[in-house]
């Protein structure tokens, strides 16, 4: 259900020099996959269980020869030994140079993603390869939660517990305190890209409290992520009814709930998230690498800075890094 490492592990029918497999889901479209000159060539993802697929992007070479990938199919299935057997999501035509095409696969399901081309004397390059798979729940369900404060036992939990609290919202329902600027935030752990937003208003009073509270999506945690794009404005929502607000898939790890200004509470008596994430197996690598780096130069600058008289300071994150460092898009999603 969530984007991590362990998601997609990628291998190809022959291998040219150094132009690895791995190399499609590196983020980087300057390095490719590449094959040897052969007939039937392909490349397969392992996404390690079975997924329904949206839609599959691929990146064409930009340095020559794109005219390779014509005539590619993709295909996706259950069947690890046998590519060729697994039903054809789409065919690749064309694609530029450089250029990343989007083919949708309408929730095909399978274990394995596979481009290959059929014919005799074929190279296969690819330069990214990015597999889109459907979330069909709330994928807010079991996640961390937090509020900016609790009224009573209004817990935050209880805005993802699946009761909309008609009949007793103090046990079902979250609440701040009355205060400046309540907000309620959930850590989706990954990235995604969120479709909806779904939000649940109290049914036995005071629905006018969620008048005019933001719902925002990003992967800052600045200003407890109040600070993210907001996806919508909600300006009512009737007492005992959902609302839905579409967010067009934009991306992001933290979905907060803010309503700025004096004197107000945030009540949720639910809220539910969908979307859709990224399967890239690389990303999770790619960002503990970034983040290990990161933190060995902040320790030597605060070294160099104690040498230099500057003993009176400290240097902090302002977002710790966690030893469990996820990456970007709910990207092997």
């Known amino acids: 259900e969530s984007f991590q490492q362990t998601w997609g592990t990628a291998n190809q029918s022959t291998l040219y020099y150094t132009w690895y497999a791995q190399n499609a889901l590196d983020r980087l479209n300057s390095t490719c996959t590449h094959t040897d000159l052969q007939s039937d060539p392909w490349w397969?993802?392992?996404?390690?269980?079975?997924?329904?697929?949206?839609?599959?992007?691929?990146?064409?070479?930009?340095?020559?020869?794109?005219?390779?990938?014509?005539?590619a199919e993709i295909r996706i299935g259950n069947n690890s030994s046998d590519v060729f057997s697994n039903p054809v999501c789409a065919e690749v035509s064309t694609i530029p140079a450089g250029a990343t095409y989007s083919y949708s696969c309408r929730g095909m399901e399978g274990r394995y993603v596979t481009v290959n081309i059929p014919g005799t004397s074929k190279y296969i390059t690819l330069c990214e390869v990015v597999v889109y798979v459907i979330f069909p729940g709330n994928l807010a369900t079991g996640r961390t939660v937090t509020q900016s404060s609790t009224y009573g036992l209004w817990s935050a939990e209880q805005a993802i517990d699946f009761n909309p609290g008609f009949i007793q919202p103090s046990s079902s329902c979250s609440s701040t305190d009355i205060q400046t600027n309540p907000w309620w935030r959930v850590d989706l752990r990954y990235i995604y890209r969120v479709s909806r937003v779904v939000i649940t208003n109290r049914?036995?009073?005071?629905?006018?409290?969620?008048?005019?509270?933001?719902?925002?999506?990003?992967?800052?945690?600045?200003?407890?992520?109040?600070?993210?794009?907001?996806?919508?404005?909600?300006?009512?929502?009737?007492?005992?009814?959902?609302?839905?607000?579409?967010?067009?898939?934009?991306?992001?790890?933290?979905?907060?709930?803010?309503?700025?200004?004096?004197?107000?509470?945030?009540?949720?008596?639910?809220?539910?998230?969908?979307?859709?994430?990224?399967?890239?197996?690389?990303?999770?690598?790619?960002?503990?690498?970034?983040?290990?780096?990161?933190?060995?130069?902040?320790?030597?600058?605060?070294?160099a800075l104690v040498e230099r008289g500057f003993s009176d300071m400290t240097l902090q994150w302002s977002q710790p890094p966690e030893k469990d460092v996820t990456g970007k898009e709910a990207r092997a999603q």
Do not use: H
Not at 46 to 66: A, G
């Open 44 to 71: 397969k993802l392992d996404l390690l269980k079975t997924y329904s697929v949206n839609r599959v992007t691929i990146t064409n070479r930009p340095d020559c020869c794109e005219y390779r990938i014509n005539g």
């Open 203 to 303: 049914l036995d009073c005071c629905p006018e409290r969620i008048n005019g509270a933001e719902i925002r999506i990003g992967n800052s945690l600045e200003n407890n992520g109040n600070n993210n794009p907001i996806c919508a404005v909600i300006s009512s929502i009737p007492a005992g009814v959902s609302s839905t607000y579409t967010c067009n898939g934009m991306e992001g790890q933290y979905m907060n709930l803010f309503i700025p200004g004096d004197s107000k509470y945030l009540t949720l008596c639910e809220v539910e998230v969908y979307g859709e994430g990224v399967i890239k197996q690389a990303d999770l690598v790619f960002w503990e690498t970034i983040n290990s780096f990161t933190i060995i130069c902040l320790f030597q600058l605060q070294s």
